[in-house]
Every structure is written in C-alpha cells, then in structure tokens.
C-alpha cells in the first residue's frame, strides 16, 4: 500500500518512540504546566512545524550532506546543545529567584483605621516554607505570562521550534528509521515518506495534547505548593542542560 511495508509494525514503533522522553515533550509539558493550555499548544505547534521541516529536509536528502560533511553537522549538533543548555540554566535560574523570594509577601491593603493616616504602612507578612500562598503561575487568556515565568518558556512556539531544528540527529534518524518501512522498488518513495510522516505527526500531536492537559494537573499543584514548584523547575532545567551535552556529544554515526 503506496509503497509501505509492515505498517502495523511501523506504528508500534512509532508509538514507542514517541513515548520517549526528549526535550520536545518535556518542554511542552514544562510549557503547559508554567502558562496554562494555550500557550502549551503553542509549544506543541512549533514541535509540528519543526518536525515537519526536518522530515522534509530528511526526504531531500539532508541526511547524506550531514553524513558527507561532518562540519556541518557539528557546527548545528553544538549550536543545539548549547541552545538546549541555556534554556535549561535560564529554567533553573528562575527557580531559584522564585524560591529566594518566597520569604516574605508585601500586602499594601490598609492596616486598620490607622492604614488611613499619611504615614502609608505597609504589612509585611513572612510566609512559613509549608504556606499555600503561591499565586497562579498560569495566566488567564489574554494576559501576558508572568513575570518570574523562565526566559526559556516566554516564546513557546519560537523556543520550540528551535529546539526540533537545532537536532541534527532527528534527520538522521528519520531517515534510518522511516527508510526501513518503504519498499524498496516503489515508483514514488516520496508520497511513502509522506504518509509515514503524518502517521508519526498524529501519535505526536496525540501524545503532546496528553501531557498539555497533564501540565494542568501539575499546574494545580505548583500553585498550592511552591516548593514543589521550585524543585520540578530545578529538575526540568537539570533535564535540559543534559540533553544540551548528550546532543554536543552525539556522533553522525
């Protein structure tokens, strides 16, 4: 059927590789969790794009230049990584100004009767660590993101597009991997490219749309408890930085 082979087969694969863990999952989850579904969707959709251009690029034959030139392939292997460990250490830098800051809350309400009086007091109340005063880290429509919201998750869908096309990896892989389901002697390898190409971009933006709803949940959470929030931060950042150094380090081969 137009030139494929083993599709069943083709769409296990698909379904466990997608289910791997990378930087474009955890980004969009970090996303959905941080500014609400919206802005996750975003995300999501610069996946899209982005995968879409390196399967294009992939069927054009970018695969053998990579192969052929290894320069070229380093010079975009470490502009990724390094792409993908600043976003990670922008991620942690935030969290922890977020957790420095929680000691005290300013409330400029009027104290009493006396709040009315020109000396214009103003309540400090410190915040105990357990305390559930954490605002919504998730604005509503319309609104800009927070301030302390990280530098990495400001532009979900220009962060994520950059980091799909930033991975010269993914172009090799797509090739080693969807080249296996085309038969070998069909007339139009291109339109078999085509169709395994939508195949995987409709598990992906299935399993994206899963873990968008899933950073609501977790958005939930992180404005109940702060620390939490903190701590997630921290170890999606410390993700981050180590996808940046598996990707610098990553060969062609």
Do not use: C
């Amino acid at each position: 059927m137009l030139g494929i082979t083993d599709f069943w087969t083709y769409v296990l694969g698909t379904v466990a590789i997608i289910l791997l863990p990378g930087p474009n999952s955890i980004f969009v989850l970090s996303v959905a969790a941080q500014r609400g579904v919206r802005a996750g969707y975003r995300a999501a959709f610069g996946v899209f794009v982005g995968d879409t251009v390196l399967m294009v690029l992939a069927a054009a034959g970018v695969a053998s230049l990579l192969r052929a030139y290894p320069p070229i392939f380093m010079v975009i292997k470490y502009a990724g990584g390094a792409y993908l460990a600043w976003v990670g250490l922008g991620i942690i830098r935030s969290a922890w100004r977020k957790r420095r800051e929680r000691g005290g809350v300013v409330d400029r309400r009027p104290t009493g009767a006396a709040g009315a009086d020109a000396s214009g007091a103003i309540a400090v109340h410190e915040v105990a660590a357990g305390d559930d005063l954490a605002p919504s880290a998730v604005p509503s429509a319309g609104q800009s993101p927070p301030e302390g919201t990280p530098v990495g998750m400001r532009r979900p869908f220009r962060r994520a597009l950059i980091v799909s096309l930033l991975n010269p990896k993914a172009i090799l892989f797509i090739v080693s991997f969807l080249i296996q389901f085309v038969e070998p002697g069909y007339a139009h390898p291109a339109l078999s490219f085509l169709v395994l190409g939508a195949v995987l971009q409709l598990f992906s933006a299935l399993y994206l749309s899963g873990l968008i709803f899933g950073g609501q949940f977790l958005a939930g959470q992180f404005r109940r408890r702060r620390r939490l929030s903190a701590a997630a931060s921290t170890g999606i950042g410390v993700l981050f930085v180590g996808f940046g150094i598996k990707l610098a380090t990553a060969s062609a081969g």
